[in-house]
């Protein structure tokens, strides 16, 4: 499923859902001042039954309304500055991963961290045409694809990278709820 069609999909059910706008739900979270990922998204949950994926996705999109051109929405698409294509098998990541259950988003300089507990997965667009993802798996054997991450990032075991969203597929899926599990 493309996360644009996914998030556009959202919209045009959010007033079913939640009988307010885009915007009425963005001022009304910076007039509860709301900051964190998780408490916004367990408010949409609570005050309005949201499903957690439906709720995750709104508090991704008010937060980038709060956020605008500042904060970790500003990282990301830094990121992306001349790697366009990279953007979406990111975009195709974040929608997986968010299927998991509570993820904390962290963007950095020049990558995302993903954590639980602890860091779990690195995404990184690392040129034009790679994108890596450092995965937490420790005790699991190297293969052709899943390679040794140490060093390519000491915080990291294992690498895959990835040069399309068809690369995205069930397996490199399968090791990212591997290392999600083993952080919680």
Not at 63 to 78: A, D, H, I, P, Y
Not at 135 to 142: E, F, S
Request: proline share 3%; glycine share 6%; hydrophobic share 30%.
């Amino acid at each position: 499923m493309d996360p644009g069609k996914t998030l556009e999909s959202m919209m045009t059910t959010l007033r079913e859902k939640t009988g307010k706008d885009i915007q009425s739900l963005t001022l009304e979270i910076k007039n509860l001042q709301l900051k964190k990922h998780a408490e916004i998204r367990n408010y949409f949950k609570e005050s309005y039954g949201l499903t957690y994926g439906y709720a995750n996705t709104l508090t991704s999109k008010v937060r980038e309304e709060l956020e605008g051109k500042t904060g970790s929405n500003e990282l990301v698409k830094n990121l992306f500055t001349n790697k366009p294509n990279m953007k979406l098998i990111y975009d195709k990541l974040l929608q997986k991963v968010n299927k998991f259950g509570e993820v904390e988003i962290a963007p950095k300089k020049t990558y995302v961290s993903l954590r639980v507990k602890k860091q779990f997965a690195i995404l990184k667009p690392s040129t034009k045409s790679r994108f890596d993802i450092g995965l937490n798996l420790k005790g699991k054997p190297v293969t052709k694809r899943l390679t040794d991450g140490k060093k390519w990032n000491s915080m990291c075991t294992h690498r895959v990278s990835v040069s399309s969203v068809n690369d995205v597929d069930k397996e490199l899926i399968t090791w990212l709820k591997e290392a999600y599990n083993d952080s919680t």
